[in-house]
Every structure is written in C-alpha cells, then in structure tokens.
Nanobody
Framework: QVQLVESGGGLVQPGGSLRVSCAGS????????MGWYRQAPGKEREQVAL???????SYTGSVKGRFTISRDNDKNTVYLQMNSLKAEDTAVYYC???????????????WGRGTQVTVSS
C-alpha cells in the first residue's frame, strides 16, 4: 500500500524558517518525481517545487530563492526547506509522487494528506 506521510508543519513568524518532510512507502521512491504543492484557504492547489529522480529541481516563482527541495532516497524522504517565510506562504502543504513509464500513457500519482504551515506573528 502506497503511503506519503508529511510532517514538520506548524506556526512560524514572518521571516522565519521551517522544514517539512514527506516519507514515502509502498513504491520505488527513487524512480519517482517528488513534489510539494500547497493550498491556501479559498484558493486552488498550486505546485511549489519538484525534484526529479535524477535530482533536477524546479520552483514556482514566488518561492524561488527562499525554498529548497531535496530528497534522500536511502530514507525514502523528500524535504522542503522554507526560509524567509511570508504570511502568503500560509497553506496546507501536500507531498506528491509521480511516475510515468517512458513510452506509455500510464501515470502513477499519489498524494499525502498534507501538513499545515501557518506564517503569522
């Protein structure tokens, strides 16, 4: 059974830092593109950061230079280090795992349940 379990969310003051983690199980973690998404109240879920199986990363513009995504395949865990946090970063942060075998239309896509990050003084 596939599981993605996020942890590390909480309340932090503006300008502060927080690291959220996502532990995966039940699938070959190292072969998946891992991502962090977030959803703020009243808004659609948006992609925050991705890291491919090869380690390439991408970020949405609003977090570039502040957030860093990384992965530890030995621990089946992906991290999101968030620095210089702003009130507008407040959201539920979701972990995602995605794998699309080359030459097929098959997609394996899994979501965690999310962890709340609140940036407030």
């Amino acid at each position: 059974q596939v599981q993605l379990v996020e942890s590390g969310g909480g309340l932090v003051q503006p300008g502060g830092s927080l690291r959220v983690s996502c532990a995966g199980s039940g699938f070959i973690f190292s072969t998946y593109t891992m991502g962090w998404y977030r959803q703020a109240p009243g808004k659609e879920r948006e992609q925050v950061a991705l890291i491919t199986s090869g380690g390439s990363t991408s970020y949405t513009g609003s977090v570039k230079g502040r957030f860093t995504i990384s992965r530890d395949n030995d621990k089946n865990t992906v991290y999101l280090q968030m620095n210089s946090l702003k009130a507008e970063d407040t959201a539920v942060y979701y972990c995602n795992a995605d794998f699309r075998p080359v030459g097929t239309n098959i997609e394996y896509n899994y979501w965690g349940r999310g962890t709340q990050v609140t940036v407030s003084s």
